[in-house]
C-alpha cells in the first residue's frame, strides 16, 4: 500500500516539476554544434576505416563498430547517450560503450594475421577514448590503460587521440618544447620544432623568462593583447 501512495505521488511530482524537464535534455543538447562535429567526424573516419581496410564496404560494414572508451563512474552520460543514439539514427554506426576493466580487457584481440581490433568478435573501426586522460589511469608501468593503449595502438583501429597527439597536447610536453636544453637532448630540429609548435600553446616560466619580475611579467601580458 505505501509503495502504491509513494508511486502516485513520484509521478504527480514528476509531471509537475522541473524532473520531468530533464528528460528533455537530450533533444536540447542535440542541436549543439559540438555535438553535430562529433557525430560528423566520427562518421567521416569510420567511412575512412572502412574504405582503407574493407574492399567490400557494403557488404562488410554493418557489424563493424566504434568503441567509445568511458570512465567507469561517467558523470555525463547525457552526452554519451546522445551520441551513441545519434551515430546509429543518422549514419547506421553501432557504438559500444566500453568500461575498462580486467574482464573487458579481456574480451579484446587483435588479429595477428590482419592487425584488425575485435571487441567480443566485433570488428572496432574507431578507438573513441573520453577515459584515459588523467595520471591516475596510469598508476604504474604495465597496468591496465598502458596494456590497453598498447593493443589499440598495434591495431588497424582508429584511435582518437592516437598516443603521439595525447602526449603533445599534454602541459608538460609543451611546456618542454619551449626549454632549449629539452630540445636539445631530444634532437628535434628547427623546422620539426617549427612545424611542432603550430599544434601547441607557448607556456612561459616567470623564474625563467621574467627574471621572477611581475612588473615584465605585466608588460608581456599587455603586449599580447595588443597585438
Known sequence: YYWVVFFAFSTLF???????????????SKPLKSHDFIIDQLAQIHKIYL??????????????SILKVRAEKESNMFEHN???????VTHG???????????????????????????NGVEISVVYMRSGYNEQDYPEKDCLMYRFREL?????AISIPTLKI???GMNIIQKNLTSQKFIKKIGLDQNHLKNTRKCTTEILNIKADFDSSKAKLLKAIENDLDK
Open 93 to 119: 554506426i553501432k557504438v559500444i560503450d566500453f568500461t575498462l576493466t580486467e574482464e573487458t580487457f579481456w574480451l579484446l584481440s587483435l588479429d595477428p594475421n590482419t592487425g584488425k581490433l575485435h571487441f
Open 51 to 64: 574504405q582503407s581496410v574493407n574492399k567490400n564496404v557494403e557488404k562488410n560494414h554493418k557489424n563493424i
Open 82 to 88: 546522445a551520441i551513441s543514439k545519434d551515430l546509429l
Open 152 to 156: 589499440t595502438e598495434k591495431s588497424l
Open 166 to 168: 595525447q602526449l603533445l
Open 14 to 28: 514528476y509531471d509537475s516539476t522541473c524532473f520531468k524537464q530533464k528528460d528533455s535534455l537530450y533533444n536540447q
